[in-house]
Structure formats: structure tokens, C-alpha cells
């Protein structure tokens, strides 16, 4: 079992920059491939972004990529989603997620999910 949770959500202007955090415990952290969510109400979930367990392999949504980076600090059990140049567009709910490759979580499967960190962006 893995326990994911995210922490740096809040209120931005459009432009700015925000950094989310998701700390994970109980299984190998390691062990899995990290990805990003984004869910409003009514809306389907959408993949965001992910990193594999070694961190050399990335993957984004075409409507984050250049703006959006992910990273992982697998002492720290922590993958952050720094992002950056944000729009209005991207207020959502952002879910953390854990899954065996950055394949699978591209597919949308999904092993655990965090609980999710609210992101709004003030035009």
C-alpha cells in the first residue's frame, strides 16, 4: 500500500508559477512511476504528466508541455509538479497518482491516488 499525499495548491495569477508536492509512504517509493492528474467538477480526469521510478523518462500533455515539469526525489519519497506560465485553464483539482510505469499511467491505470490539491488561476 502506498499513501500519496499533495500539498502546494492555492490561488495564482495568470503567468505565475506554483510548485505542488506529493509525499508518499508505506510501499517502495521507488518503486513506482509517478504522474499528475487534473479533475474539475463535471469534467473528465486528464493526464497531466509523469516520470518513471529512475526519473530519466517524462512524458506531458501537449497543453502543459513547456510549462509544466516533473520531478522526483526518491530519498525524500516526494515527486513535484513545478508548474509555471499558468493560465485560467489550468484551475483544477490536481491528484498525484503512483502506477508501475509512465505507460500505464498514460493509459489512466492507476495504482493509488492522492487525495488531490486544489490549483485556481485568476485571469
Known amino acids: 500500500q502506498v499513501q500519496l499525499v499533495e500539498s502546494g495548491g492555492g490561488l495564482v495569477q495568470a503567468g505565475g508559477s506554483l510548485r505542488l508536492s506529493c509525499a508518499a509512504s508505506g510501499r517502495t517509493f521507488s518503486s513506482y512511476a509517478m504522474g499528475w492528474f487534473r479533475q474539475a467538477p463535471g469534467k473528465e480526469r486528464e493526464f497531466v504528466g509523469a516520470?518513471?521510478?529512475?526519473?530519466?523518462?517524462?512524458s506531458y500533455a501537449d497543453s502543459v508541455k513547456g510549462r509544466f515539469s516533473i520531478s522526483r526525489d526518491n530519498a525524500k519519497n516526494t515527486a513535484y509538479l513545478q508548474m509555471n506560465s499558468l493560465k485560467p485553464e489550468d484551475t483544477d483539482v490536481y491528484h498525484c497518482?503512483?502506477?508501475?510505469?509512465?505507460?500505464?499511467?498514460?493509459?489512466?491505470?492507476?495504482?493509488?491516488w492522492g487525495q488531490g490539491t486544489q490549483v485556481t488561476v485568476s485571469s
Open positions: 497518482a503512483a502506477g508501475l510505469s509512465v505507460r500505464r499511467l498514460i493509459a489512466g491505470t492507476v495504482d493509488y
Open positions: 516520470i518513471s521510478w529512475t526519473g530519466d523518462i517524462t
